[in-house]
């Protein structure tokens, strides 16, 4: 099923999520769920406060992106525990799935190290590098309440201040499902 995503003035977008255990109910179709509805936006990754729900849990498809470091990934994280960003930082466009239509550069370290569980619940502690990495790192900040447009310069929030205005009330057109806050 899928699932509308929460444009940017949501205040869910914001919480800093909780963790889960094995007794969360229906995760493995709340999963399933986001897969689909990433796929269905043409996303790269989707946290769950992105669909509402203020808990440590994201999904990635780094896969379709070109990288020449790395084969792309296709994931679930859940309680992920960033441990370590390393490596020179590089700049890249991102954009959002709850900010549709803005894109800016955002300098991130090139590596990371990151503890997660997966949804048998087995713990895991992986590198990662790239692109993958990146998108990664972009959608722990989503479990954090924090967006890609707080890594820019006050200067350039300014400039986008109107059109943000105009997502949280959803005075914009997209092509997939979303729900905005004042509308
Ligand atoms: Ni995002």
């Avoid at 989707?46 to 440590?56: E, M, N, S, V």
């Avoid at 930082?89 to 370290?109: K, Y």
């Avoid at 090139?110 to 692109?131: C, H, P, V, W």
Wanted: with cysteine.
């Amino acid at each position: 099923m899928i699932l509308p995503i929460r444009a940017f003035g949501d205040g869910v977008l914001r919480k800093m999520c909780k963790p889960i255990d094995s007794d969360y109910p229906d995760l493995n179709l709340l999963v399933e769920n986001m897969m689909e509805t990433m796929d269905a936006s043409n996303g790269v990754g989707l946290a769950a406060p992105q669909i509402g729900k203020d808990i440590r849990l994201f999904v990635i498809d780094s896969t379709h992106m070109y990288d020449e470091e790395a084969d792309g990934q296709r994931r679930v994280f859940i309680n992920a525990e960033m441990l370590d960003e390393y490596d020179d930082a590089w700049t890249f466009e991102e954009g959002c799935l709850s900010i549709p239509h803005i894109r800016e550069n955002v300098d991130r370290n090139a590596s990371i190290k990151i503890r997660f569980q997966d949804l048998d619940f087995n713990t895991y502690e992986e590198t990662f590098d790239g692109m993958t990495a990146r998108v990664i790192q972009h959608e722990y900040d989503h479990i954090e309440g924090v967006l890609f447009i707080d890594h820019i310069s006050a200067l350039k929030r300014r400039l986008i201040k109107g059109k943000l205005t105009d997502i949280s009330k959803g005075n914009i057109s997209v092509d997939y499902r979303m729900k905005f806050p004042k509308k």
